[in-house]
């Protein structure tokens, strides 16, 4: 793949090169109208002053969706339309671009347009009516697994017949930067206790995974197959599941998880499409079980290899070290087999629907997905840069999760951070 | 409590007395636009058209919230509000009305506004932003433990700690009258398998319930407190969680319940305001667990005194047969505790969220609120009318949730139907 060159400046070193272009909702000082924007390198373009320009009068797409508050409207025109954008864009701002005449030579829409992307505030890019997080990550599930019932029951009868999930809680997701609130709830103080005190959650702890964001839904009662799945996934950012295994612990029998995950989950701020992430694709982890054919997928690299981060900046310190890192592919699922088998029953998808991955561990330390994995249970000790000791989050941590596929040569396509600090729990 | 006379005609036997006055969504043939209205007897009371006669004007409200297609604007004006509205209405209705120039002499608006409720389409009320159930039914909670581990550990040690409760999908709740296909998935033949086939549900279930709709939220990381937690419940409807018993089974370790819930989910269309149901309060089940401090309530009679009933009308013919008979009062926890439960770690609330109560069971047969329980498990037959038996719901069957408090005398406080049709799996 040759490399796509700009005339704009962008750093050899970010995530939103020319082979990228992810899409969010930002807003300015100026202007604090929340609307539709690119990033590029370390600028955004402002797709409401872009478009307003008559910018895109040439691809026959109804701009209005440039004006809107969400990325919703934008994704529901479907993948051929988020493609010929991107293309286009790509086009705007290459090197030698054939619409010179658009950006590249018109200072004037420049100056309204292009801005520095650390003056603009990003927004929580879709309006989500649902979120539902699954459980794919195969060797977080048999880590965790092993912590609870030992490693010849690690896994249940049902993990590698279907992508196990659950609802999530839509109101709670926020974008990276907000502050997380530590939750009060209640625990178990000792081990084997059965009554239970109040307390902040003293087991914090994060889940990196990757979200898949719905740009087409189904009608209620009506499945979506699988050989047409993809084309209902508008694209994709980095999720921090912050979770409270304590409160988790007692809570969640016998119908899930609940508290222990609704205070709180962050997101990445630009939406990377699916096509940006299509060169990346590779093969997910081996799955020896005949899969039921509403989940059989035709191409066998139905998952992205994509460089996955997490650094910690303790509280004690502003010294930031890298605990884990891991890779996109180490899931037994695909988004398309989720989302196959969410609607099988026929529940109703719509545009703006988040898919979790669940967490993406790797099977080597330092590769597990959360502190629960890496501290095995709370029993070993993380150890970060300046002497700084972890088992699970202190108040004033922050945590900043990282993805991106590609090299240099050809432009990073990445996410950007994730990011959040913890702050104390409220005195109830 | 006196009688509230009108001048409308009303039958003795409605459900929407002059004591009541509960608010929906309506269109109608001649304007297809969904907007508030009340029902009254037979008749409903287009808020649009009334509200646009000036007919509000002494109650000092922004009368815009009565040209929204859902009642989240006008419920989001707080308790006090819907008091006024409430009070006025009945004020409007009254046999010796002191507003008779309103509406009573006013044919003019009567034409306009007062419409035939048989020639209305009601709609779902509320913008739903997030879906919670609640599993506070402790019968419920005992007798489906009974199934699965006996009647020593039905119930998990949290159970009379904390409202379990877990997040169900908000694009799933339908209005009473919309039918409900029958899931397909994963299920196991035989029990004991580990190997499951794709099939329709055979175990096909309703859980009966109550649902409160929140007029008021909270910031992230921020509690709703016990003691304002009912200022934050708007009203309340009757709602029917259709299950898929067999898909539940093989799906629901470790994560809980998902597409075994998730193809639909019926509420009556009139919210019963809270104020409607305050004569009707009484006291829930027997808690001697001590509670935690946010989720003792100083008021012991914090749930509702409301007969329910479950009626079937089955595929083979049309004769229904009533199959359960329960009360609202049959719960562990009140609605106020799951909010003041469900906000304790920061979670974010939003006016037009949905919680079910749970399945509301009482202890003696006939009184089960599932056929999982009325079949103990699919062991044993229910009888209907006509010699026809069942165990769970068949294809055609039509289940119809009523759910009235009050006496005829001082009038019926009651939701109307909340009715659903099975129609068969779609063939994939």
Redesign the interface.
Known sequence: MASLKSWLPIPKSSHFSLANIPFGIISTASKSSPRPAVAIGDHVLDLQEFSASGAFSSLNIDVAVFSKPTLNDFAALGRPVHRSVREYLQEVFAENSTHADILKNNSSLQDKALLKRDQVTSHVPMHI??Y?DF?AGKNHAFNVGCLFRGPDNAL???YT??P?????????I?VSGT?I?R????ILEAPGS?????SP?KRLDIELELGAFLCKGNT????IPISEAAEHIFGYVLLNDWS?RD?QA??????????AK???STISPWVVLADALEPFRTKGLDNDTQL???LQEKEDKNVYDIRLQVDITPAEGQETTNILNSNGSNLLFSFPQMLA??S???????VG?LLGSGTISGKDAGTEGSFLELSKGGKETIKLNGGIERKFLQDGDTVTLYGVSGNEETGLVGFGECSGKI?PA?K?
């Open positions: 009516g649902d539902t459980y249940q009868p049902n017949h279907l196990v999930g659950y609802h999530g809680r839509a109101s709670s926020v502050p609130t939750p009060n709830g209640q059965k009554v239970p005190i109040f959650c209620m009662g009506k499945n409270a409160i007692w809570e969640y029998v016998p119908l899930g998880p609940f508290l609704n205070f709180g039921l054919p509403y088998h969410h099988i029953g026929g529940c109703p998808m719509a629907d702050i409220p109830i």
